[in-house]
């Protein structure tokens, strides 16, 4: 049985959380959802990735999370004569011993810029695969442990594509998230002239340490969450599945109302659109993860327990990177943003 959460943990993750989000703004204006993604990362100690049009203050918003976490931090140029070595570092002969000796890399930090991420060949970002999947890197016949946190936030450019190599799907499953950067309102704009033309960023505080980030991480998961609606995310993970719902294998004639053991199926009218609009449905790490950002997105509004829309709002950003869709649903215009609301709308709330 889960234990009730203890509010007054929730409570100071929360306060070290809005401590962040305004040390964020004295450079970020605006940008919520990136600076809320980017805190959900941290606290699920997952990577996090972000696409937008040049100009959208990515970097800026990681390198000023990375000042205000006080950790190690490393930035990578991602460019088409980059080399795997490059990233998780190389054999070096050492003359006194006669010996060759690991040489670390960048990715030895506690938080990775990958920056443009899709400019460099697929072997290259075939380099991070290990390091964020198993938390260590292998050289020659070393497996080196990485430090602990270690986060990748990646950046990529949604419009550009000569010179580009789309992140293969493999990898795209291993981001915990993927945040679109967006452009700013009128008035944000604006504010951003006036900061730039009046002075140099502002200088942050730390915020944000290894021991804050622990604690933040046991807050997360001390929220308490409904059997009901860990059942909910669940289905709507797995209406995304061309090939069919879970329950047909489950006891025939039983009801799956509140999570149990059951037989269940998404409407018809949602399965057949899905059939035609996706190839290929996100995988249970998809489930995983929304289930742990619901819980986050709850701390993050200082509550210690889970509502319906803190897994509809995590929702896109867990699967959008997740689905394969069709050539039927790319002739009709349609993006992973456009599949994933009809998900939602077709779900009955718990």
Request: aromatic share 6%.
């Amino acid at each position: 049985m889960e234990q009730r959460p203890d509010s007054g943990l929730v409570g100071e993750a929360f306060a070290l959380t809005a401590r962040a989000r305004a040390e964020m703004a004295k450079r970020i204006v605006g940008k919520e959802s990136l600076v809320r993604g980017l805190l959900m990362g941290i606290v699920a100690g997952g990577h996090v990735l972000l696409e937008g049009v040049p100009g959208l203050a990515k970097t800026l918003a990681v390198k000023t999370l990375a000042e205000i976490s006080g950790l190690a931090f490393s930035r990578v140029q991602f460019t088409p004569d980059l080399l795997p070595a490059d990233i998780t570092g190389s054999l070096v002969y050492e003359q006194a011993t006669g010996r060759f000796v690991p040489r670390r890399g960048p990715v030895f930090c506690n938080l990775l810029l990958a920056d443009e991420v899709n400019r460099a060949p697929a072997k290259v970002q075939s380099a991070l695969l290990e390091a964020m999947e198993e938390r260590q890197v292998t050289i020659g016949e070393a497996s080196l442990a990485l430090p602990e946190p270690f986060f990748v936030l990646a950046t990529q450019n949604p419009i550009e594509h000569e010179g580009t190599y789309p992140l293969p799907e493999a990898q795209l499953d291993r981001f915990l998230i993927k945040v679109l950067a967006t452009y700013p309102s009128m008035e944000e704009e604006s504010e951003i002239v006036k900061r730039i033309a009046a002075a140099p960023p502002e200088r942050v505080d730390r915020v944000l340490g290894a021991e804050e980030i622990a604690l933040m991480r046991r807050a997360a998961e001390s929220v308490r969450v409904d059997e009901g609606l860990a059942a909910y995310a669940v289905r709507l993970v797995r209406s995304t599945r061309p090939t069919g719902p879970s329950a047909r294998d489950a006891a025939p004639g039983r009801e799956a109302a509140s999570g149990g053991p059951g037989r269940w199926s998404p409407p018809k009218d949602l399965e057949r659109d899905i059939l035609r609009w996706v190839e290929y449905g996100a995988s249970p790490r998809a489930s995983i993860h929304l289930y742990r950002c619901a819980r986050i997105s709850a701390l993050l509004d200082g509550r210690a327990y889970v509502l319906p829309d803190d897994i509809k709002s995590s929702a896109p950003e867990v699967l959008r990177h997740r689905l394969v869709l069709s050539y039927e649903a790319e002739a009709e215009g349609l993006s992973a943003d456009d599949v994933i609301a009809r998900v939602l709308s077709s779900l009955a709330l718990p």
